[in-house]
């Protein structure tokens, strides 16, 4: 079984920006319930890409990458919640366990932990976007592949740690209106954590983006791209959204990822506009006016993703 701790980097590490080459990594991020499986796999269906099967998280979670550079979490702490948490952990609200266990072998989780607590000392940089590589780098190369997607929600809000270890990665950035979003969350936390109300739900989602906003202020927006997943399941923006992603990424055109984006990606499934459904018609107007002072903010200041953010609001108000 290997362990992957022959890999230093990907093949094509180090990526100019304006390379028509794949990139080497791509990390998509939200705000969650933004719509960034729906994108991860729209990519992952390009012959170029092996998608991560679920959230990593161990290089964005508190605890995780960002806390263990700036010296909140030491590297011992950090390794044992790989080892007891992010490999494996009981998710009580789905009844399952989740982790990347499901495609990280205990040996492999060992071999690289160790090399990590040996590196760490004296190049704490290396050892981390070692450990990344060792983990996850073999899900490329077993089906050989050229690049990696990898989906944890907070990739782009975490993009300024992410973007110095990995210079050959670029960011998606995924947005969704932040009503349906607001309602999805809600509805996912079932009244019983925050966000339990529609008003604490854009209060969340608020945080969210502009927390996302100051990770591509760190790393560089010519390295995040934004997609709406209203834009892709909309008639007026479909086509257009699906080509400038697939350019960004520096991917060719391919057959097997337009026929999963046009066979999958629908309205229907996007669930647009569900936010109506979860409010009663009473207090639509209330939500929707709330909504639009929280967008012009995010205008105002400059957020990233805010335009799209407007071109939805404007599409819905049609």
Known sequence: MTTGLETEAPPTAGLKADSPEPVPILFVGGTGR????VVSKILGNHSS???????????????????????????????YRL????????????????????YVPKARLDAASKSFLRRFGTEPEAALRQ??????????????????????????????TLGELFPEARFVHV???????????????RWLAYPRTMDQGLEWWEGRIRRIDSGVR???????????????????????TYSELRRFAGLPAERDMLDYFKGRVKVRNAHTERWRDAVPAHRQAEVDERYERILEGLERDGVHGAALLRRTRERSAR
């Open 49 to 79: 890409y092996r998608k991560v099967p679920n959230e990593a998280r161990f290089h964005t979670d508190p605890g995780g990458y960002p806390d263990v550079l700036a010296g909140r979490t030491g590297p011992e702490l950090f390794i």
């Open 131 to 160: 450990l990344f590589f060792d983990l996850l780098w073999p899900l490329a190369t077993e089906w050989s592949k050229s690049g990696l997607i990898e989906q944890s929600c907070d990739t782009v809000a975490e993009a300024g």
């Open 175 to 189: 947005v969704r209106d932040g009503r349906d979003v607001a309602a999805s969350r809600v509805g996912q936390a």
């Open 34 to 37: 933004s719509g960034t499986h």
């Open 83 to 102: 080892r007891h948490h992010w490999w494996r952990n009981f998710e009580a609200r789905r009844f399952t366990f989740r982790g990347i266990h499901r």
């Open 218 to 240: 760190a790393v560089g927006a010519d390295r995040v791209h934004a997609v709406s997943l209203d834009d892709l399941v909309s008639d007026d923006g479909r086509r257009r």
